[in-house]
């Protein structure tokens, strides 16, 4: 099992980015995928999850209205878009899965994190 998020960088304060996290080596269709956050300093959150029937969950009230989790099953890729940056949004940003289908099963892979720093 394999994942890699790609698509952080240096953003200003307000701008837009796009996360993705490309899967292989699991039934990606059938699994649910998660996406995390590590601000400097601090634990790792959990940010949101989109099950294997394209329901979206967010757990952190910061990013409703703002950060929107989808999939694309043809191309393995799980994507965060993040909009309206704000600077308590720099941080490692991971993707995960449990290699089934639902958002409350423990996530078992990791990939690699891409970092998004944010400037004011």
């Known amino acids: 099992v394999q994942l890699q998020a790609s698509g952080g960088g240096l953003e200003r304060f307000g701008g837009s980015l796009r996360l993705s996290c490309t899967a292989s080596?699991?039934?990606?269709?059938?699994?649910?995928i998660g996406w995390f956050r590590q601000a400097p300093g601090k634990e790792r959150k959990a940010i949101s999850c989109i099950d294997s029937s394209d329901r979206a969950t967010y757990y952190e009230d910061a990013v409703w209205g703002r950060f929107t989790i989808s999939r694309d099953n043809a191309k393995d890729t799980a994507y965060l878009q993040v909009d309206d940056l704000q600077p308590e949004d720099t941080a490692v940003y991971y993707c995960?899965?449990?290699?089934?289908?639902?958002?409350?099963?423990?996530?078992?892979?990791w990939g690699k994190g891409t970092l998004v720093t944010v400037s004011s």
């Open positions: 080596g699991f039934t990606f269709d059938y699994s649910a």
């Open positions: 995960a899965t449990s290699a089934r289908g639902n958002c409350s099963n423990v996530m078992l892979y």
